[in-house]
């Protein structure tokens, strides 16, 4: 599984990003995580707001901080 952060690093995509984590490795999970910050490649998705998740190369997440319950039922959701 491929994770991306979308959006500046901020206190949220942190957390968004620890959250995803913490989801991905309860459910057993392996995934790569990478943190995309430049523009271009950001708007690519249209995302309006940040935080963004972006899992396999679905957009899931704009605007929020996933809890990790959150996370699990949308990585579920996903699988």
């Known amino acids: 599984m491929h994770v991306k952060i979308l959006g500046p690093m901020t206190k949220q995509a942190e957390l968004l990003l620890q959250n995803t984590a913490i989801a991905l490795k309860k459910l057993k999970v392996k995934a ?6 430049e523009f ?12 963004a998740l972006v899992i396999d190369e679905k957009l899931v997440a704009v605007g929020s901080t996933l809890s990790v319950d959150e996370a699990i039922t949308l990585i579920k959701q996903l699988s």
């Open 32 to 37: 790569e995580f990478e943190k995309v910050s």
């Open 40 to 51: 271009q490649k950001v708007v690519a998705y249209g995302v309006m707001a940040f935080p």
